[in-house]
């Protein structure tokens, strides 16, 4: 199993040096193969090599992890995997693929996007900015958190991850490396939201002194994901929102209540840094309920007596 882990490695630092990928494109990639490695391990004659690897290998694999993870979390690692093994493709001579005869079928959910109404995510960063800290830089960064995710609808790894370098001051530019390396620039055009981001800048020391993070807790330490989303349903409870909040809620409801204003698709799926329009587009079913609901409640026939012509005259 030594030999699998160092060609692993090996991979891991070609993604980084040769591909410059993500960082968190390549902390996917570590976990993905880490779960692959564990189970090899586990299995009552461990191979020695990839090239001893066969389709039953991933056949077993993916029973393994079927019921612990949701469809869209399998087909990530095994995404990831396939990646790497099209790697030993080109790296190791006679190397047979098992992916070349293995096909992953799994039935996706109807998934049901949640996102907020205007009104709730108003709420959410009005309870943002009454945040308390012992230290003003705190309490900032804490207000900045749901402000930036929503209105670039951010990913949280994305605003994690976010380069104090990739922030142009005097334009208001953002250059984002998003899922895949797909490099996405964003404008900063809303004069309040830059005031609050550069009066939070000018209070952390800018690197070298400090990480070349966006964000930083206590001015040093990193953002954590689960940090963040513990923060986000605490400022959604005190807002009064019942319902379950997290990062991800903030990107969809950017891209619905764009939606919701007429905003071309197509744009959302470049703010987004979607690859596809399909993926995009599962919006629209929920713009869709909404407007529903809206013409239900608001549309003034509900409130016009019905239609009398089809009565006789007395």
């Given at each position: 199993m030594e030999q699998l882990y160092q060609d692993a490695e090996k991979y891991i630092r070609h993604c980084r040096s040769n591909r410059q990928l993500a960082k968190g494109t390549i902390i996917s990639y570590r976990l993905s193969l880490r779960h692959f490695l564990k189970f090899l391990e586990g299995r009552p004659n461990p191979p020695a090599s990839w090239h001893q690897i066969r389709r039953r290998d991933l056949d077993d694999f993916l029973a393994h992890i079927q019921d612990r993870y949701?469809?869209?979390?399998?087909?990530?690692?095994?995404?990831?995997?396939?990646?790497?093994?099209?790697y030993l493709e080109l790296e190791q001579e006679d190397f047979q693929n098992p992916f070349r005869k293995f096909r992953l079928r799994?039935?996706?959910?109807?998934?049901v996007i949640q996102s907020l109404t205007q009104m709730e995510m108003e709420a959410i960063l009005q309870a943002a900015a009454k945040s308390r800290a012992d230290k003003e830089e705190d309490r900032l960064l804490k207000q900045l958190i749901p402000e930036l995710l929503f209105y670039f609808g951010l990913r949280v790894s994305e605003l994690c991850l976010l380069p104090r370098s990739s922030y142009h001051e005097d334009t208001g530019l953002f250059d984002i490396k998003g899922?895949?390396?797909?490099?996405?620039?964003?404008?900063?055009?809303?004069?309040?939201?830059?005031?609050?981001?550069?009066?939070?800048?000018?209070?952390?020391?800018?690197?070298?002194?400090?990480?070349?993070?966006?964000?930083l807790r206590g001015g040093r330490f990193p953002l954590q994901g689960g940090w963040v989303r513990i923060l986000?349903?605490?400022?959604?409870?005190?807002?009064?929102?019942?319902?379950?909040?997290?990062?991800?809620t903030l990107r969809h409801t950017f891209a619905s209540l764009l939606l919701e204003e007429g905003v071309d698709i197509k744009y959302i799926q470049e703010f987004l840094g979607h690859g596809s329009l399909k993926i995009t587009q599962q919006y629209l079913h929920t713009t869709h309920q909404r407007k529903k609901a809206?013409?239900?409640?608001?549309?003034?026939?509900?409130?016009?007596?019905?239609?009398?012509?089809?009565?006789?005259?007395?």
């Open positions: 949701q469809v869209s979390t399998i087909r990530n690692i095994f995404t990831d995997i396939r990646v790497f093994f099209y799994l039935r996706q959910p109807v998934r899922k895949g390396s797909k490099d996405r620039t964003m404008i900063l055009a809303y004069p309040p939201l830059k005031e609050l981001l550069d009066r939070y800048l000018s209070l952390i020391p800018p690197p070298p002194e400090s990480t070349d993070l966006l964000l986000l349903k605490n400022q959604a409870q005190e807002a009064g929102i019942t319902k379950p909040v997290t990062p991800h809206v013409l239900r409640e608001y549309h003034p026939r509900s409130r016009i007596r019905p239609d009398q012509r089809g009565e006789k005259n007395p």
